[in-house]
């Protein structure tokens, strides 16, 4: 019997989902080649495998999200981490280390590092859900976008559950927090291998540990208040009072004392110009109207604030050269 067919048509995938895939591995890989180049031998290997752990990390915290009935993926794929597609978890890793880069390089404070890769990647995936949920395609006979929010949820923030982004905040909070404290026990123990190892094992786990603790059922949804799911009030409240917090702390330290040429750092602006670039032409060369105004808003909003702090380190190298 000729299962080529079969086959053919299982590994077949819509040509903006196959984009997306190519494009989420060159810009994982590219920041792999980052973490090699930007680092010393002692600190070469923990950076590169901080990336992989952050791969186990988030496909855990993704197959726990699909098995929990909150979304799920189309199998329709080039490459899976079991139900999920692998190339989400490396854009899901390419943003997170932007991020992180970012805050490290403007010598932002340990503590406020961790507030700065969540609103980032909360303003990356402003732009990337709409576009992702949205860019639709026939599977089987079914609609389906690059990921699909189950039915029962009220989908109001273009197209998308509130929660989710506070859900994606905690996702990068967590783990550049366990990140943050596993480097400062290995620069203490100076630098034992066994920290370095123990550390990259333990913040995948403890960060998953974390995701379904109590603790983030209550951000996330106010629960016990409220049940989860129930209370959209109390989703938009916490968001709110998230966001207000993580801007507040921005703005109280956005005077960064950092002196870089960002021509020596690519990979803190050309990742989320990247990946806005891409949301927009696919926004539009797919018509998904309800991602018009996401993926020029909140893009504008993050590359203005980085731009804010490139124009300001550009002036103060500047007066240094004269």
């Known amino acids: ?26 810009l994982f890989f590219y920041c792999v080649a980052d973490a090699m180049r930007q680092n ?15 791969i186990v990390y988030a496909g855990l915290f993704e197959n726990l999200g699909v098995l929990s009935n909150t ?11 079991g139900v999920v597609p692998l190339s989400l978890l490396m854009f899901e890793a390419v943003i997170f280390y932007s991020a992180l880069r970012f805050a490290e390089i403007m010598k932002f404070p340990k503590w406020v590092i961790p507030f700065v890769v969540g609103v980032l990647a909360v303003l990356q995936d402003m732009t990337i859900d709409p576009v992702a949920v949205f860019d639709l395609h026939n599977i089987n006979g079914v609609m389906e976008g690059r990921w699909n ?16 982004y506070i859900g ?13 404290i596993g480097r400062n026990l290995y620069d203490k123990a100076k630098r034992k291998k066994m920290v370095g190892i ?14 379904l603790s109590p603790l983030t059922r209550f951000l996330l949804f106010l629960d ?73 808003l909140f893009a504008g909003i993050h590359i203005g604030y980085l731009l804010y702090y490139f124009i300001r380190t550009r002036l103060s190298l500047k007066q240094i050269e004269l």
Do not use: C
């Not at 199998?75 to 899976?80: Q, Y």
């Not at 994606?168 to 943050?180: A, C, D, G, N, S």
């Not at 913040?203 to 998953?208: E, F």
């Open 71 to 81: 979304y799920n993926y189309s199998l329709d794929r080039l490459v899976m981490v």
């Open 149 to 164: 929010w189950t039915s029962h949820y009220d989908k109001m923030f273009f197209g998308i559950p509130f929660f989710n």
């Open 1 to 26: 019997m000729d299962y080529r067919p079969e086959i053919l048509e299982y590994l077949s995938t819509p040509g903006s989902w196959a984009i997306a895939e190519i494009l989420a591995f060159i």
């Open 168 to 180: 994606w905040f905690l996702l990068m909070f967590y783990y550049t927090f366990l990140i943050q």
């Open 40 to 54: 010393d031998n002692n600190t070469r290997i923990y950076r590169v495998l901080e990336l992989f752990g952050f």
């Open 224 to 296: 016990p208040i409220y049940p989860i799911h129930t209370s959209r009030i109390a989703e938009i409240g916490m968001l709110s009072l998230i966001g207000i917090i993580s801007i507040a702390i921005l703005f109280k330290y956005r005077k960064r004392d950092a002196i870089v040429d960002i021509k020596d750092y690519p990979i803190i602006w050309l990742i989320p110009l990247i990946l806005h670039v891409f949301d927009i032409i696919l926004a539009f060369s797919l018509k998904i109207t309800i991602a018009y105004i996401p993926v020029f």
């Open 198 to 211: 123990s550390y990259i094992i333990a913040a995948p786990l403890l960060g998953v540990a974390l995701i």
